[in-house]
Protein backbone atom coordinates (compact mmCIF):
# COMPACT_ATOMS: atom_id res chain seq x y z
CA UNK A 1 0.00 0.00 0.00
CA UNK A 2 2.77 2.52 -0.01
CA UNK A 3 2.19 4.23 3.05
CA UNK A 4 5.21 3.62 5.16
CA UNK A 5 6.99 5.96 2.71
CA UNK A 6 4.21 8.59 3.59
CA UNK A 7 4.12 8.48 6.91
CA UNK A 8 6.10 8.02 9.92
CA UNK A 9 5.68 4.38 11.46
CA UNK A 10 6.58 3.30 14.99
CA UNK A 11 6.64 -0.62 16.25
CA UNK A 12 6.77 -3.20 15.77
CA UNK A 13 4.95 -3.80 19.07
CA UNK A 14 4.06 -6.71 20.82
CA UNK A 15 0.47 -8.11 21.09
CA UNK A 16 0.80 -7.11 24.54
CA UNK A 17 1.68 -3.44 24.18
CA UNK A 18 -1.07 -2.92 21.30
CA UNK A 19 -3.71 -3.92 23.73
CA UNK A 20 -2.61 -2.17 26.85
CA UNK A 21 -1.98 1.21 24.40
CA UNK A 22 -5.59 0.43 23.30
CA UNK A 23 -6.88 -0.20 27.01
CA UNK A 24 -8.09 -4.19 25.87
CA UNK A 25 -7.30 -7.02 28.34
CA UNK A 26 -7.02 -10.33 26.80
CA UNK A 27 -5.97 -13.98 27.63
CA UNK A 28 -4.44 -15.37 24.82
CA UNK A 29 -0.74 -15.60 26.49
CA UNK A 30 -0.10 -18.00 23.34
CA UNK A 31 0.26 -14.62 21.45
CA UNK A 32 0.49 -12.19 23.65
CA UNK A 33 4.48 -11.34 22.97
CA UNK A 34 4.29 -11.76 19.31
CA UNK A 35 5.73 -9.04 17.46
CA UNK A 36 3.15 -6.87 15.39
CA UNK A 37 4.68 -4.97 12.29
CA UNK A 38 1.60 -3.28 10.92
CA UNK A 39 -1.98 -3.34 10.82
CA UNK A 40 -4.01 -4.26 7.66
CA UNK A 41 -7.35 -5.03 6.46
CA UNK A 42 -8.58 -8.46 6.49
CA UNK A 43 -8.45 -8.93 2.48
CA UNK A 44 -4.22 -8.55 2.14
CA UNK A 45 -3.84 -11.66 3.80
CA UNK A 46 -0.08 -9.72 5.58
CA UNK A 47 1.46 -11.49 7.79
CA UNK A 48 2.80 -10.36 10.88
CA UNK A 49 0.11 -8.04 11.47
CA UNK A 50 -2.84 -7.02 13.11
CA UNK A 51 -6.35 -6.85 11.21
CA UNK A 52 -10.14 -6.36 11.84
CA UNK A 53 -13.07 -7.73 10.68
CA UNK A 54 -16.96 -5.34 11.22
CA UNK A 55 -18.92 -7.40 8.62
CA UNK A 56 -19.71 -11.08 7.77
CA UNK A 57 -19.51 -10.12 4.11
CA UNK A 58 -15.70 -10.76 4.46
CA UNK A 59 -15.71 -14.34 6.09
CA UNK A 60 -14.96 -16.36 3.29
CA UNK A 61 -11.69 -13.89 3.22
CA UNK A 62 -11.28 -13.71 7.35
CA UNK A 63 -11.05 -17.62 7.71
CA UNK A 64 -7.78 -17.37 5.80
CA UNK A 65 -6.17 -14.41 7.80
CA UNK A 66 -2.29 -14.98 8.34
CA UNK A 67 -2.69 -12.05 10.75
CA UNK A 68 -1.40 -12.73 14.64
CA UNK A 69 -4.53 -11.08 15.52
CA UNK A 70 -7.67 -9.47 14.32
CA UNK A 71 -10.43 -6.99 16.23
CA UNK A 72 -13.46 -7.75 15.85
CA UNK A 73 -16.86 -8.63 17.83
CA UNK A 74 -18.46 -11.54 19.38
CA UNK A 75 -20.54 -12.91 16.52
CA UNK A 76 -18.02 -12.45 13.86
CA UNK A 77 -14.72 -14.07 15.84
CA UNK A 78 -16.51 -17.66 14.27
CA UNK A 79 -14.90 -16.47 10.59
CA UNK A 80 -11.58 -16.50 12.02
CA UNK A 81 -9.00 -19.25 11.95
CA UNK A 82 -7.19 -20.21 15.65
CA UNK A 83 -4.42 -19.19 15.08
CA UNK A 84 -5.27 -15.75 15.20
CA UNK A 85 -6.23 -13.96 18.49
CA UNK A 86 -9.68 -12.94 18.60
CA UNK A 87 -10.11 -9.04 20.25
CA UNK A 88 -13.31 -8.90 21.51
CA UNK A 89 -14.96 -4.97 21.01
CA UNK A 90 -18.03 -3.34 21.28
CA UNK A 91 -17.07 -0.95 18.82
CA UNK A 92 -14.32 -2.27 16.13
CA UNK A 93 -13.69 0.98 14.25
CA UNK A 94 -12.76 3.01 17.07
CA UNK A 95 -10.32 0.47 18.39
CA UNK A 96 -8.85 0.08 14.60
CA UNK A 97 -8.52 4.00 14.73
CA UNK A 98 -6.72 3.88 18.18
CA UNK A 99 -3.93 0.70 16.85
CA UNK A 100 -3.95 3.13 13.51
CA UNK A 101 -2.87 5.94 15.69
CA UNK A 102 -0.31 3.93 17.69
CA UNK A 103 1.47 2.35 14.35
CA UNK A 104 1.21 6.26 12.58
CA UNK A 105 0.90 8.79 15.04
CA UNK A 106 1.31 11.58 12.55
CA UNK A 107 -1.03 10.53 10.20
CA UNK A 108 -4.32 11.84 11.50
CA UNK A 109 -3.65 14.99 10.58
CA UNK A 110 -2.42 16.86 7.16
CA UNK A 111 1.03 17.40 8.93
CA UNK A 112 3.46 20.58 6.79
CA UNK A 113 5.87 19.05 4.19
CA UNK A 114 9.06 20.63 5.88
CA UNK A 115 11.01 19.00 2.87
CA UNK A 116 9.49 21.31 -0.05
CA UNK A 117 11.77 23.47 -2.22
CA UNK A 118 11.48 25.48 -5.63
CA UNK A 119 11.95 23.65 -8.81
CA UNK A 120 14.26 26.12 -9.89
CA UNK A 121 16.82 25.19 -7.40
CA UNK A 122 16.12 21.39 -8.15
CA UNK A 123 16.22 21.32 -12.48
CA UNK A 124 19.39 19.04 -11.98
CA UNK A 125 17.07 16.75 -10.82
CA UNK A 126 14.38 16.72 -12.96
CA UNK A 127 16.02 17.80 -16.73
CA UNK A 128 12.85 16.64 -18.49
CA UNK A 129 10.51 17.79 -16.63
CA UNK A 130 9.15 21.31 -17.63
CA UNK A 131 8.11 23.52 -14.53
CA UNK A 132 6.24 26.99 -14.30
CA UNK A 133 6.45 29.77 -12.18
CA UNK A 134 6.77 29.02 -7.99
CA UNK A 135 6.45 25.31 -8.10
CA UNK A 136 7.49 23.38 -4.64
CA UNK A 137 8.80 19.67 -5.26
CA UNK A 138 9.51 18.12 -1.69
CA UNK A 139 12.18 15.20 -0.84
CA UNK A 140 12.27 12.10 -2.79
CA UNK A 141 9.94 13.31 -5.56
CA UNK A 142 9.93 11.50 -8.68
CA UNK A 143 9.01 13.25 -12.31
CA UNK A 144 8.60 11.04 -15.26
CA UNK A 145 10.08 12.52 -18.72
CA UNK A 146 8.81 14.80 -20.29
CA UNK A 147 5.95 15.54 -18.12
CA UNK A 148 5.09 19.40 -17.19
CA UNK A 149 4.24 20.81 -13.38
CA UNK A 150 2.24 24.80 -14.02
CA UNK A 151 2.64 27.36 -11.51
CA UNK A 152 2.45 27.59 -7.89
CA UNK A 153 1.83 24.52 -8.03
CA UNK A 154 2.86 21.82 -4.50
CA UNK A 155 4.24 18.67 -5.05
CA UNK A 156 5.24 16.79 -1.34
CA UNK A 157 7.26 14.36 -0.19
CA UNK A 158 7.84 10.98 -1.83
CA UNK A 159 4.88 11.55 -4.44
CA UNK A 160 5.32 10.04 -7.84
CA UNK A 161 4.20 10.85 -11.12
CA UNK A 162 4.65 9.11 -14.12
CA UNK A 163 5.59 10.03 -18.16
CA UNK A 164 3.97 12.77 -19.95
CA UNK A 165 1.89 13.91 -17.54
CA UNK A 166 0.52 17.03 -17.30
CA UNK A 167 -0.05 19.13 -13.74
CA UNK A 168 -1.64 22.12 -13.88
CA UNK A 169 -1.17 25.50 -11.44
CA UNK A 170 -2.27 25.67 -8.35
CA UNK A 171 -2.73 21.84 -7.75
CA UNK A 172 -1.16 19.87 -4.06
CA UNK A 173 -0.68 16.80 -4.62
CA UNK A 174 0.69 14.49 -1.72
CA UNK A 175 0.66 10.76 -0.62
CA UNK A 176 -0.22 10.26 -4.31
CA UNK A 177 1.17 7.83 -7.02
CA UNK A 178 0.23 7.92 -10.71
CA UNK A 179 1.35 6.67 -13.64
CA UNK A 180 1.91 7.46 -17.23
CA UNK A 181 0.05 10.07 -19.44
CA UNK A 182 -2.15 11.61 -16.17
CA UNK A 183 -3.91 14.97 -16.98
CA UNK A 184 -4.30 17.04 -13.44
CA UNK A 185 -5.93 20.57 -14.17
CA UNK A 186 -5.76 24.10 -12.26
CA UNK A 187 -6.84 23.23 -8.22
CA UNK A 188 -6.75 20.01 -7.94
CA UNK A 189 -6.39 18.71 -4.14
CA UNK A 190 -4.65 15.04 -4.30
CA UNK A 191 -3.96 12.86 -1.10
CA UNK A 192 -5.29 14.80 1.44
CA UNK A 193 -7.09 13.06 4.60
CA UNK A 194 -10.12 12.08 4.28
CA UNK A 195 -13.42 12.91 6.62
CA UNK A 196 -12.88 10.09 8.45
CA UNK A 197 -13.10 10.08 12.34
CA UNK A 198 -15.44 8.34 15.59
CA UNK A 199 -17.60 9.75 17.62
CA UNK A 200 -16.68 10.42 21.29
CA UNK A 201 -18.77 11.54 24.02
CA UNK A 202 -16.38 14.21 24.76
CA UNK A 203 -14.46 14.47 21.50
CA UNK A 204 -14.62 13.43 18.06
CA UNK A 205 -11.13 11.00 17.66
CA UNK A 206 -9.50 11.26 14.61
CA UNK A 207 -8.98 7.99 12.40
CA UNK A 208 -5.25 7.80 11.28
CA UNK A 209 -5.45 7.75 6.98
CA UNK A 210 -2.37 5.61 6.14
CA UNK A 211 -3.30 5.36 2.35
CA UNK A 212 -2.18 7.14 -0.85
CA UNK A 213 -4.44 8.19 -4.23
CA UNK A 214 -3.19 5.90 -7.02
CA UNK A 215 -4.25 7.18 -10.29
CA UNK A 216 -3.77 4.57 -13.22
CA UNK A 217 -3.33 5.33 -16.99
CA UNK A 218 -4.25 8.29 -19.02
CA UNK A 219 -6.95 8.95 -15.92
CA UNK A 220 -7.73 12.59 -16.31
CA UNK A 221 -8.70 14.64 -13.15
CA UNK A 222 -10.87 18.19 -13.30
CA UNK A 223 -10.54 21.71 -12.01
CA UNK A 224 -10.82 21.86 -8.32
CA UNK A 225 -11.73 18.44 -7.69
CA UNK A 226 -10.92 16.81 -4.31
CA UNK A 227 -9.39 13.07 -4.17
CA UNK A 228 -8.77 12.04 -0.23
CA UNK A 229 -5.80 9.30 0.31
CA UNK A 230 -7.38 5.90 1.98
CA UNK A 231 -7.94 5.15 5.46
CA UNK A 232 -6.23 1.75 5.85
CA UNK A 233 -6.69 0.79 1.68
CA UNK A 234 -5.74 3.12 -0.76
CA UNK A 235 -8.39 5.71 -3.00
CA UNK A 236 -7.42 4.64 -6.46
CA UNK A 237 -8.75 5.60 -10.22
CA UNK A 238 -8.89 2.85 -13.43
CA UNK A 239 -7.02 3.57 -16.45
CA UNK A 240 -8.46 6.47 -18.83
CA UNK A 241 -11.22 7.63 -16.36
CA UNK A 242 -12.17 11.15 -16.82
CA UNK A 243 -13.55 13.26 -13.73
CA UNK A 244 -15.27 16.67 -14.58
CA UNK A 245 -14.86 19.77 -12.64
CA UNK A 246 -15.76 20.14 -8.59
CA UNK A 247 -15.70 16.37 -8.41
CA UNK A 248 -14.79 15.25 -4.86
CA UNK A 249 -14.00 11.13 -4.36
CA UNK A 250 -13.68 10.37 -0.56
CA UNK A 251 -10.98 8.34 1.05
CA UNK A 252 -10.83 4.49 0.01
CA UNK A 253 -13.16 4.82 -2.95
CA UNK A 254 -12.15 2.84 -6.01
CA UNK A 255 -13.37 3.51 -9.68
CA UNK A 256 -12.89 1.35 -12.76
CA UNK A 257 -11.68 1.86 -15.72
CA UNK A 258 -13.08 4.11 -18.94
CA UNK A 259 -15.48 5.86 -16.22
CA UNK A 260 -17.19 9.28 -16.86
CA UNK A 261 -18.12 11.42 -13.82
CA UNK A 262 -19.73 14.69 -14.36
CA UNK A 263 -19.19 17.83 -12.46
CA UNK A 264 -19.87 18.25 -9.02
CA UNK A 265 -20.34 14.82 -8.54
CA UNK A 266 -19.51 12.68 -4.73
CA UNK A 267 -19.01 9.69 -3.83
CA UNK A 268 -18.77 8.88 -0.29
CA UNK A 269 -15.99 6.83 1.44
CA UNK A 270 -15.20 3.17 0.64
CA UNK A 271 -17.44 2.49 -2.30
CA UNK A 272 -16.38 0.63 -5.25
CA UNK A 273 -17.49 1.77 -8.72
CA UNK A 274 -17.03 -0.63 -11.84
CA UNK A 275 -15.75 -0.40 -15.58
CA UNK A 276 -17.13 1.67 -17.82
CA UNK A 277 -19.50 3.58 -15.25
CA UNK A 278 -21.19 7.21 -16.25
CA UNK A 279 -22.60 9.32 -13.84
CA UNK A 280 -24.22 12.51 -14.30
CA UNK A 281 -23.47 15.62 -12.67
CA UNK A 282 -24.35 16.77 -9.35
CA UNK A 283 -24.87 12.77 -8.37
CA UNK A 284 -24.53 11.36 -5.03
CA UNK A 285 -23.48 7.97 -3.78
CA UNK A 286 -23.29 6.96 -0.46
CA UNK A 287 -20.69 5.03 1.42
CA UNK A 288 -19.55 1.18 1.59
CA UNK A 289 -21.63 1.02 -2.08
CA UNK A 290 -21.28 -1.15 -4.89
CA UNK A 291 -21.55 0.16 -8.48
CA UNK A 292 -21.84 -2.57 -11.20
CA UNK A 293 -19.80 -2.25 -14.47
CA UNK A 294 -21.65 -0.55 -17.52
CA UNK A 295 -23.92 1.63 -14.94
CA UNK A 296 -24.92 4.75 -16.15
CA UNK A 297 -26.23 7.29 -12.98
CA UNK A 298 -28.91 10.05 -13.85
CA UNK A 299 -27.40 13.95 -13.10
CA UNK A 300 -28.70 14.65 -10.17
CA UNK A 301 -29.08 11.23 -8.21
CA UNK A 302 -28.76 10.26 -4.86
CA UNK A 303 -27.95 6.34 -4.99
CA UNK A 304 -28.01 4.70 -1.38
CA UNK A 305 -28.00 1.23 -2.45
CA UNK A 306 -25.93 -1.10 -4.50
CA UNK A 307 -26.53 -1.20 -7.97
CA UNK A 308 -26.01 -4.45 -10.58
CA UNK A 309 -24.16 -4.45 -13.79
CA UNK A 310 -25.55 -2.73 -16.64
CA UNK A 311 -28.17 -0.78 -14.95
CA UNK A 312 -29.37 2.70 -15.77
CA UNK A 313 -31.11 4.65 -12.56
CA UNK A 314 -32.02 8.24 -11.74
CA UNK A 315 -33.72 10.20 -8.99
CA UNK A 316 -33.34 10.32 -5.67
CA UNK A 317 -33.97 7.86 -4.36
CA UNK A 318 -32.30 6.57 -7.36
CA UNK A 319 -34.25 3.90 -9.29
CA UNK A 320 -34.53 2.11 -12.70
CA UNK A 321 -34.45 4.67 -15.04
CA UNK A 322 -37.91 3.20 -16.67
CA UNK A 323 -39.78 3.56 -13.60
CA UNK A 324 -38.37 7.02 -12.99
CA UNK A 325 -39.93 8.11 -16.57
CA UNK A 326 -43.01 6.47 -15.55
CA UNK A 327 -43.61 7.87 -12.25
CA UNK A 328 -43.40 11.73 -14.40
CA UNK A 329 -45.72 10.44 -16.86
CA UNK A 330 -47.87 9.52 -14.29
Known sequence: MHHGVFFKKNGPFSLREVLDYSEIKITDSDNLEKKIFDISTIESLKENCITFLNSPKYKNVSINTNAIA?????????????????????????????????????ADIDQIDGSLQLADNLSHKYPDVKF???????????????????????????????????????????????????????????????????????????FPHIGIVYLKKGVEIGTSCTIDRGSITNTSIGENTFLDNQVHIAHNVKIGKNCMIAGQVGIAGSSVVGDNVGIGGQAGISGHLKIGNNVKIGGGSGVIKDIPDNSKVMGYPSVNFRNFIKKLEA
Open 70 to 106: CITTLSLQKFLPNSCAKIIVKNVLFTVAKVSKLFYPE
Open 132 to 206: GKNVLIGENVKIGKNSSIGSNTIIEHDVIIGKHCLIGSDVVIKNTITEDLVYISDGAKLGQKGFGFIPDKTKNFR
